[in-house]
């Protein structure tokens, strides 16, 4: 399959993001990980999620409770736009993955910037994912949203929360990025064609 | 119907971070470290086109200003942008891009999802003493644009019409997508 130029994959992406908002509203992925959380933990503990004798619907935890309990409300209730867009994202990009004939073997477990710069230690980098995972879903939790909302959507928008989170983004990305995959310190040195 | 758009927008969108490899954590970190701006032009000129054609369409009357959803700036905004991008970097993967991944059958994205699980609920659970620090401190007034937006809710910090400032920062971006090179820093 072509690999797109970045003029093609903007006008594609860009193409999701307008009818997103002209149909229904500006894309957003990480509150569907609250709600998930909030369903496993109402599975694990019912006490979390509760309807009062009037049908109303309350959490015993202020972060599920806030705002008419909105989170609480969409834990009992999954078959919302929100968590059904996430569910439908995994399945849209599991019918592209396999349209190139899905991740090639070298890639499943740790991809070539990570094998490059640290060999092809799996269980390190499934560590190390699974910490980024954690502190990713926490900013973006902090900030309000992620990538999607704050930067995507919010920029588009002229919002200036976007602005400020895309600040503080890549103000802390770029050199992470540069010093944890910096070269000159390779494990292994590949030669690059 | 809406379930049934939130499948379509939502598959088109996993289709589209697949096929425009945004899912690759290869292109994010040859992004970040400004090695292939490949990804950058592609999400720049993506926000510019989405920008002109949203704000067209509602000056043309044909989008509604609603569907918008501007979200609050405050303290935390900066600082959790901040806290994700050291993530980002490290793994290569946010939410959407992680979920997509994972769907493509990288096992390492599974991972980032479960430690996101866990990192959301931590989030819940220090939540109400987070709400009583600075960090919700609002900033420039919470929800608010650059411009003015006719018929929005939300209020703009400049007094300009915010749906033709919207047009022209979206040529911005696309204009700055155009002119970035593929390549900034040679790999060594």
Known sequence: ?193 | MNIFLAFLIGGLFGFALDRVRASNPNYIITMLKLENLYLMKAILFAIGFASTLMFAGQMLGLVAVGHMSVKASYFGVVLGGVILGVGWAISGYCPGTGIAAAASGRVDAMIFILGGLLGAFVYMLVFDQLMDSTVMNSLFGGKVTLGTIPGSKYEGIFTIRGDILGIVLGFVFMFVAYKLPEKILKRR
């Open chain 1, 1 to 193: 399959m072509e690999k797109l130029n970045w003029l093609k994959s903007g006008i594609i992406l860009g193409s999701v993001f307008f009818l997103a908002v002209l149909l229904v509203k500006p894309i957003g992925v990480s509150t569907q990980f609250v709600i998930l959380d909030a369903i496993i933990g109402d599975k694990i503990n019912p006490e979390l999620i509760t309807k009062t004798g009037d049908g109303k619907i309350q959490s015993t935890n202020s972060y599920l409770n806030k705002s008419g309990a909105k989170y609480a409300k969409s834990a009992i209730q999954p078959l919302n736009y929100d968590f059904i867009f996430v569910i439908a994202l995994a399945i849209g990009a599991f019918i592209s993955s396999q349209l190139r004939n899905g991740v090639e073997q070298s890639e499943k477990f740790s991809p070539k910037v990570w094998n490059d710069k640290f060999g092809k230690f799996a269980n390190k980098r499934l560590l190390v994912t699974f910490v980024s995972g954690f502190v990713v879903l926490f900013g973006a939790r902090l900030a309000g949203g992620c990538t999607s909302g704050h930067m995507m959507s919010g920029l588009m928008q002229t919002s200036i929360s976007a602005y400020l989170f895309t600040i503080g983004t890549f103000v802390a990305a770029i050199p992470t990025a540069m010093i944890v995959y910096n070269k000159s310190t390779n494990q292994k040195t590949r030669r690059v064609k």
